[in-house]
């Protein structure tokens, strides 16, 4: 089977899938990367959407610009957030003297004087804590204010059985817990913010304030930590996943002060995973908390509950398999000490789902098991076509030999390697790059395959900058990381897209 078989050029800013909700678009060339990224606006004019929290959805802009013209706020930025808890939490961070509250007909937000410091300042906040308002809320908002003419239709679940429908799989994700011990969030981003808060909160009122980071993590989390515990002194980044020696230390150092450690497994995008079971006992054993993040893989492939005391998993991420829908979820380890007071905390701080995206959530996850199955069949091929490769300089996934051995201790069965292959090319990125026919743009975990330069999206202010460069050059990371999320086209086709793609290199 050939590639253009199956697979066809995206043109620029095409959503990905093609639905108004989409979570990903096309960026089909490393021009078109760079573009969007230093906001050219020969570039910018094609991308109507884009990742929900790197950018504001349509319905949200235009439910915005409305709101902003009927309020006489004219010199005033707003800002739509997911509940009236995260505008609280966006004034304190911007501060009672720079933002005021905003509420109207059951929406809530923040305005502040217009002023790009502090609207790239509470992008940013809102960003890292997931706390954007959802594009179906702001469409159905805008139908109800005459502003569009319909909802898109879209299959769902009924709202009495939308929940039961998710929760019953998530059960079967998350064995030996149940429906109070797992907690639905409006994203991915949001349920890493609920987990750490939470748990910061409850350790700070002990006195432990030191937090861990375990390897290099998804960009917000990182971020997320950096800004949020009590003093600079008070985050410890170790990049070494298998380095236990420097988290013994680590640990020891902080001694009753640990509040706990993030990390993901496997990595984004490394896709290394660390000896859970015993970073796990160095960390309980010193007080602290651990807070997994399995979205990589997803939790249908890798068992790290019983190590942890809060798992915060991305449901954007195969469970919502179309691309058209963010969500996230808390879950508690029912077996740890502070496992009630974990549950009621969150209980209390949680940011809830979006009506309509749990009932598009529910019309979706029944695929779960079936997509992480498939996705896993291919992603087997395709690495074993590309460590075979002459064209591959580097090659990350889950089985590569640093950590092969410690993913086979969380792995759920022998197949189950995940969808997400990162690799670089030998020689220059972009010919490859420009070549390649397989949907190009963010995101992953979806029933297609996407491909993007990850460092160039995620970390581009490190990649123009020689220190920027040296800084992700430390944690193992190169400026032209392809990260790959292997859908479930057929092998052959994806194959034969890399190897047309190779061809350009030489």
């Given at each position: 089977?050939?590639?253009?078989?199956?697979?066809?050029?995206?043109?620029?800013?095409?959503?990905?899938?093609?639905?108004?909700?989409?979570?990903?678009?096309?960026?089909?060339?490393?021009?078109?990367?760079?573009?969007?990224?230093?906001?050219?606006?020969?570039?910018?004019?094609?991308?109507?959407?884009?990742?929900?929290?790197?950018?504001?959805?349509?319905?949200?802009?235009?439910?915005?610009?409305?709101?902003?013209q009927r309020e006489n706020l004219a010199g005033r930025v707003l800002w739509l957030t997911t509940t009236?808890?995260?505008?609280?939490?966006?004034?304190?961070?911007?501060?009672?003297?720079?933002?005021?509250?905003?509420?109207?007909?059951?929406?809530?937000?923040?305005?502040?004087?217009?002023?790009?410091?502090?609207?790239?300042?509470?992008?940013?906040?809102?960003?890292?804590?997931?706390?954007?308002?959802?594009?179906?809320?702001?469409?159905?908002?805008?139908?109800?204010?005459?502003?569009?003419?319909?909802?898109?239709?879209?299959?769902?679940?009924?709202?009495?059985?939308?929940?039961?429908?998710?929760?019953?799989?998530?059960?079967?994700?998350?064995?030996?817990?149940?429906?109070?011990?797992?907690?639905?969030?409006?994203?991915?981003?949001?349920?890493?913010?609920?987990?750490?808060?939470?748990?910061?909160?409850?350790?700070?009122?002990?006195?432990?304030?030191?937090?861990?980071?375990?390897?290099?993590?998804?960009?917000?989390?990182?971020?997320?930590?950096?800004?949020?515990?009590?003093?600079?002194?008070?985050?410890?980044?170790?990049?070494?996943?298998?380095?236990?020696?420097?988290?013994?230390?680590?640990?020891?150092?902080?001694?009753?002060?640990?509040?706990?450690?993030?990390?993901?497994?496997?990595?984004?995008?490394?896709?290394?995973?660390?000896?859970?079971?015993?970073?796990?006992?160095?960390?309980?054993?010193?007080?602290?908390?651990?807070?997994?993040?399995?979205?990589?893989?997803?939790?249908?492939?890798?068992?790290?509950?019983?190590?942890?005391?809060?798992?915060?998993?991305?449901?954007?991420?195969?469970?919502?398999?179309?691309?058209?829908?963010?969500?996230?979820?808390?879950?508690?380890?029912?077996?740890?000490?502070?496992?009630?007071?974990?549950?009621?905390?969150?209980?209390?701080?949680?940011?809830?789902?979006?009506?309509?995206?749990?009932?598009?959530?529910?019309?979706?996850?029944?695929?779960?098991?079936?997509?992480?199955?498939?996705?896993?069949?291919?992603?087997?091929?395709?690495?074993?076509?590309?460590?075979?490769?002459?064209?591959?300089?580097?090659?990350?996934?889950?089985?590569?030999?640093?950590?092969?051995?410690?993913?086979d201790k969380i792995a759920r069965h022998p197949g189950a390697v995940g969808s997400i292959i990162s690799?670089?090319?030998?020689?220059?990125?972009?010919?490859?790059?420009?070549?390649?026919?397989?949907?190009?743009?963010?995101?992953?975990?979806?029933?297609?395959?996407?491909?993007?330069?990850?460092?160039?999206?995620?970390?581009?202010?490190?990649?123009?900058?020689?220190?920027?460069?040296?800084?992700?050059?430390?944690?193992?990371?190169?400026?032209?990381?392809?990260?790959?999320?292997?859908?479930?086209?057929?092998?052959?086709?994806?194959?034969?897209?890399?190897?047309?793609?190779f061809a350009a290199l030489g």
């Amino acid at each position: 089977m050939t590639a253009s078989s199956v697979f066809t050029p995206l043109p620029l800013g095409q959503r990905i899938p093609d639905s108004p909700h989409a979570v990903s678009c096309s960026l089909p060339t490393m021009r078109d990367v760079i573009g969007y990224e230093e906001k050219d606006p020969a570039i910018a004019r094609h991308l109507t959407s884009g990742y929900p929290r790197f950018m504001l959805h349509p319905y949200v802009r235009q439910l915005t610009a409305h709101l902003v013209q009927r309020e006489n706020l004219a010199g005033r930025v707003l800002w739509l957030t997911t509940t009236a808890r995260m505008a609280d939490d966006l004034v304190a961070w911007l501060g009672p003297s720079n933002a005021r509250r905003f509420e109207h007909d059951g929406l809530q937000g923040v305005t502040h004087a217009s002023d790009s410091a502090l609207s790239a300042q509470a992008k940013t906040c809102l960003q890292n804590a997931g706390g954007f308002l959802s594009s179906r809320e702001a469409e159905d908002h805008l139908f109800r204010l005459g502003l569009i003419p319909a909802v898109a239709p879209e299959t769902t679940v009924s709202l009495d059985q939308a929940e039961p429908t998710v929760q019953a799989i998530l059960g079967r994700a998350y064995p030996g817990t149940d429906d109070t011990d797992r907690h639905l969030t409006p994203n991915g981003m949001n349920a890493i913010f609920a987990a750490w808060r939470t748990s910061a909160t409850l350790q700070a009122s002990r006195g432990r304030t030191v937090w861990i980071q375990l390897g290099w993590l998804y960009l917000d989390t990182i971020a997320l930590l950096k800004r949020l515990t009590d003093a600079p002194t008070d985050y410890l980044y170790l990049p070494d996943v298998n380095d236990l020696g420097a988290l013994a230390a680590a640990c020891r150092a902080a001694g009753d002060r640990l509040g706990g450690l993030v990390t993901e497994a496997p990595t984004n995008p490394l896709v290394q995973t660390s000896d859970i079971a015993a970073v796990s006992d160095l960390v309980h054993a010193q007080g602290g908390h651990v807070i997994i993040d399995p979205t990589l893989v997803s939790p249908f492939n890798v068992d790290v509950l019983a190590h942890a005391d809060l798992i915060a998993n991305s449901l954007t991420k195969y469970s919502a398999s179309e691309g058209d829908l963010v969500a996230g979820a808390v879950i508690v380890n029912p077996d740890r000490s502070d496992a009630a007071t974990l549950r009621r905390h969150l209980r209390a701080t949680v940011d809830p789902i979006y009506s309509r995206d749990l009932q598009r959530l529910a019309a979706q996850i029944g695929d779960y098991e079936e997509v992480v199955a498939r996705t896993n069949a291919n992603a087997t091929a395709v690495v074993d076509f590309l460590r075979n490769h002459s064209g591959v300089a580097e090659l990350y996934w889950s089985g590569q030999p640093a950590c092969a051995a410690n993913y086979d201790k969380i792995a759920r069965h022998p197949g189950a390697v995940g969808s997400i292959i990162s690799f670089r090319v030998k020689g220059p990125l972009a010919p490859f790059y420009d070549r390649l026919v397989l949907p190009k743009g963010p995101s992953f975990g979806m029933k297609n395959t996407l491909i993007c330069p990850f460092i160039y999206l995620a970390h581009y202010d490190l990649v123009r900058s020689e220190a920027g460069r040296a800084e992700l050059a430390a944690s193992g990371l190169h400026p032209e990381l392809l990260r790959l999320a292997v859908g479930g086209e057929p092998t052959e086709a994806i194959i034969a897209a890399l190897a047309d793609a190779f061809a350009a290199l030489g």
